[in-house]
């Protein structure tokens, strides 16, 4: 029973957007600005997903490209991409997802 109950309250979480709770959690950020997206060649629609956009990340104090790719599509929600926002004199990682 406690298993069935998990997963009702954690189904609601997973299609949450992200938003200021989930940047959050990554911690304090960079103090200087993320270089601007690469230039990415989309390739060809695949039918039942939906391609990611390449986006910066903060890893070992330096951003380092991560290339977009494809993942499953979920009928019914909108995809959201990653972002970085300025908080509290640190840019934050907002990290993409599904909402509906």
Not at 46 to 57: C, I, K, Q, T, V
Not at 62 to 90: F, H, K, L, Q, T
């Amino acid at each position: 029973m406690t298993g069935l109950l998990a997963a009702a309250v954690a189904a609601p979480l997973a299609t949450m957007a992200p938003g200021d709770a989930e940047a959050q959690q990554w911690g304090p950020g960079p103090d200087r600005r993320p270089p601007p997206p690469r230039r990415e060649r989309v390739p060809p629609p695949r039918r039942g997903y939906y391609w990611r956009p390449g986006h910066w990340e903060w890893r070992r104090g330096r951003y380092v490209w991560m290339s977009g790719g494809w993942i499953p599509a979920r009928p019914g929600y909108r995809y959201r991409r990653s972002d970085w926002v300025w908080r509290n004199g640190r840019w934050v990682y907002a990290p993409g997802g599904w909402y509906r």
